[in-house]
Every structure is written in C-alpha cells, then in structure tokens.
C-alpha cells in the first residue's frame, strides 16, 4: 500500500514536470513511453497522460512576435549594402575597395660605359642584374567611401590610402622615397586621396581636396601596366611603385590638391574643369612665389557604335610659374586618346604635346635655368585581346624632350631625347578578385649627343583587387 501511493505520488510529480517544462519536440511523449516500458506507469496512467499531453499541446499558443517599439527608427540600422563590400549605417552608406599586388622582377640593366649617361633617362645603368620582390605600377589600396544624400544633394568624402610592400628611405619624396631594403625598416603610406564631393541630378558635381588630376589621367588608367611593372624605375632598392609606362608614353598625372566640378553626362559627353595647386619645378632649384593657381580640363565621350564601344578623351593643362629672380614661364599642355572595344579585343592609342611641363613627371627638366621652357610630346599604342581566363597583350611608346635653345644644348648636351619601351604580357584570371600577371619589358634611353641606354626586365605576379 505504502509502495502504491508513493509511485502515485512520483507519477504525479511526472506529470508536473512534463507540463511546467519546456516543449522540445517529441520529448514528453518519448519520455511517457519509457516510464510506461519500465512499468513506473500504468496502462491506465500512461494513456491519461498521452491525453493530457496532446490536450495541453493543442492549447498552447504559437510565439507572439516581439512588438516594435514605439521609438524604433529604422534610419539607425545598420545593413550590408546590395552590391560591393559596405553597409548602410542609418542614412549615409560607406563602402570599401582594395588591391594587393607583387611582383617578382629581375632586371638587366645597361652596363655603364663612356657613351651610356643620359639625363633624364628611365634605363637601369648597372655592372650586374638585379632581382626584386616588389609592387607594380600600383602599390596597394584601401579606399573608403562614406556618401549620404542631404537637402536634396549627393554628399560624399572619399579617403585613399595607398601602402607599398618594400621599405623606403624617407628621403625626398616620403612615402614615395627610394628604397630600403634593410632590417628594422618600414613600408611608407601614401595617403593619395582626400576629398568631399557634392552633386545632384541636372547639376553636376563638385570635387574639394586630393584626388587624382585630371591632364593625363585617362592615359594612365587605360594603361596596361598599370595592373603590372612595366620599365622597373630602380630595382636594386625598390619604391612604392615601377615607372610603368609613365615617361615612355605620357607624363604622370599625379595626385594634386584641387577643386574641381564635373558636368551631368550628356549624350555620353561629360567635361571636368578646376583649378589646382600650382606645382613647382622638379629641376629648377628656384624658389617660385605662385601668384596663381593651375588649371586643367578634360572632356570625355563614351557610346557605341556598330558594336564597337567607345572611349574617347582629350585634357589640357596650364600653370604659370613666378620666380623670385623675375623671370616667369608658362607650362601647358593637351592630350587625346581613344579606347575601342569590340569582341575579344580591345585597343587603346594616346598621344600628347607640351611645352614647360617636362617629361616623365609634371615639372621634371621642364625648363633651363632662366625659365626658357623645353617643349615635348609622346604617344604609346596598345592591344590586348582576351579569351576565356587568359588576356594577351602588348604596347610600345615613347616620351620625347627638346632643348629649350642652343645654350640649352651646350651646357647638358646628354640631355634625354627619348625614352621608349616595349611591353609584352599574359593575363590569367584566377578568381573574379585575383589575376596572375607575366610580363617583359624592353626599355630604351637615348640622349641628343647619342649616348644611349637599354636594358630588359622580366615581371612575374599578381593583382587581386575587391
């Protein structure tokens, strides 16, 4: 008897606890049938309780959903962005873009000799080879983006960094300085871009800060070097970046504090204009007051025609320079290219004229000591097709540099004349982010007294961009 009611009694704590505990599927009633196996439960027992089970199931009511609250304000969410890498933080959108590139690039330079010296020449002069582990064209990037729209316009600032994979110097130019290769040494940051923008439809938009010029420009990004090396620059003692096609084919346009604005695209035509930071000459070594700013434009055209797709160009530049001595120059500058598109092929030609502007970077031997400018021009040509993973491709160009007059030509008579250089490369596409890159690379420097230069490279790597 005793026994009895103390099974009833644990029957009833049973049946307690399967009612007060949470519901797991099947759990209850696996747990019933067990009890019934061991005898703990009666026939009777073990089917009230079934009973009880499903009755206490039906009864329960389905989750009520979480209530809103009345102050939620679905502007403070944050969510991923539809395309690309970013999120939507309420009502402004930031967005993230990066490369990493390197290269492996031997390079055999000229051996010195009498007739070897050209200044103003690209071409490595050097006893023995060099190899290097090194960036291409472009160093690496992290770009961020944080844009909103406010009373009706397109806001947006805009921060570029760009970090290079060998160590530099620090001494002249920076972050861009010659190399380092030593231990306990760092890579330099280029912080290329800085700037704000604000637009709106039928208006336009209006560049304030540091971004990349507008003379030049198109010719650097249609460039195919630009994803790889090109003529090397210095390769024992490697910098941010190789020379790329810049000063066998164009001038770099460089990355310039600027205000600038940009027109609504009509008919695919679209014009840019604005006043820049006026440079200083690179080879003068007088000091210049600046009394204005500089000035560039540039107007694109972008359509199709019968299948083939259109990209044409053309940019100007002008600033005057003011010396303390009283003497004043002006550089200026035009160019024009063309990108055309149809199947597997695509095909880019460039060309440009200047006179006091240099040659290989804005304000490099751009005049003689008094200010008599020295003009110069270049072009580079190019194909690349592309089947399936693999891109075939190749490019010649060329920069050229005139003597300002005949005293010019008296006191630097190995003044450079031209610098050129093939390029040849094979493109793999290994993923939609990553690209392995083949290339090599024949430069020339030829002086106006007929000292020349020439040397070969060889460039083996990848780009991965996202």
């Known amino acids: 008897m005793i026994s009895r009611i103390m099974l009833r009694g644990a029957t009833a704590a049973i049946a307690i606890a399967l009612t007060t505990a949470p519901a797991y599927a099947g759990s209850s009633e696996s747990l019933l049938k067990r009890l019934h196996e061991k005898g703990i439960l009666?026939?009777?027992?073990?089917?009230?309780?079934?009973?009880?089970?499903?009755?206490?199931?039906?009864?329960?009511?389905?989750?009520?959903?979480?209530?809103?609250?009345?102050?939620?304000?679905?502007?403070?969410?944050?969510?991923?962005?539809?395309?690309g890498i970013g999120l939507q933080v309420g009502p402004a959108t930031i967005r993230f873009s990066g490369s990493v590139n390197g290269f492996y690039v031997h390079d055999d330079p000229q051996t010195p000799g009498a007739n070897t010296d050209v200044a103003g020449g690209i071409v490595n002069v050097a006893d023995t080879g060099s190899s290097a582990i090194r960036n291409g064209l472009l160093p690496g990037f992290l770009v961020v983006n944080v844009s909103t729209q406010q009373a009706g316009w397109d806001v947006g600032a805009t921060f570029g960094m760009y970090p290079g994979i060998n160590s530099n110097s620090w001494v002249g130019l920076g972050a861009n300085s010659p190399g380092q290769p030593k231990g306990l040494t760092t890579a330099g940051i280029d912080f290329r871009q800085t700037f704000m923008t604000f637009g709106r439809k039928g208006v336009g938009t209006f560049k304030i800060g540091r971004d990349i010029g507008l003379f030049g420009s198109d010719a650097i990004l249609n460039d195919i070097t630009l994803l790889s090396s090109g003529p090397t620059g210095g390769n024992v003692a490697p910098s941010n970046t190789t020379l790329g096609r810049i000063g066998s084919g164009y001038i770099y346009t460089d990355f310039q504090p600027q205000i600038t604005y940009t027109t609504p695209s009509f008919g695919g035509v679209?014009?840019?204009?604005?006043?820049?930071?006026?440079?200083?000459?690179?080879?003068?070594?007088?000091?210049?007051?600046?009394?204005?700013?500089?000035?560039?434009g540039k107007i694109t055209y972008d359509g199709s025609f019968g299948g083939v797709t259109t990209h044409l160009w053309t940019s100007a530049i002008s600033q005057k320079h003011d010396m303390v001595t009283g003497d004043s120059y002006t550089g200026k500058g035009i160019d024009a290219g063309a990108k055309l598109s149809v199947g597997p092929l695509t095909a880019v030609g460039y060309w440009y004229t200047a006179s006091g502007l240099g040659t290989t970077a804005l304000?490099?031997?751009d005049a003689d000591s008094s200010g008599n400018t020295r003009d110069s021009d270049g072009f580079y040509l190019q194909a690349m097709a592309t089947f399936g993973k693999i891109s075939v491709g190749g490019s010649y160009g060329e920069s050229r540099l005139d003597f300002a007059n005949d005293a010019d030509a008296v006191a630097i008579p190995n003044l450079v004349d031209t610098n050129s250089s093939w390029v040849g490369q094979v493109r793999y596409g290994l993923t939609p982010w990553v690209t392995l890159i083949g290339e090599y690379i024949r430069t020339k420097s030829e002086a106006h007294d007929d000292n020349k230069a020439e040397s070969d490279a060889i460039a083996l790597g990848g780009i991965m961009f996202f």
Not at 62 to 79: G, I, R
Not at 271 to 293: C, I
Request: no cysteine; charged share 20%.
């Open 42 to 83: 009666t026939d009777e027992e073990y089917q009230a309780l079934l009973a009880e089970e499903a009755k206490e199931a039906v009864a329960t009511p389905a989750p009520a959903q979480a209530a809103v609250p009345a102050s939620f304000d679905p502007d403070k969410m944050v969510k991923m962005t539809d395309s």
């Open 270 to 296: 679209q014009a840019s204009v604005g006043v820049f930071q006026p440079l200083t000459s690179l080879t003068l070594g007088v000091t210049e007051t600046q009394k204005a700013p500089g000035f560039q």
């Open 363 to 365: 304000g490099l031997l």
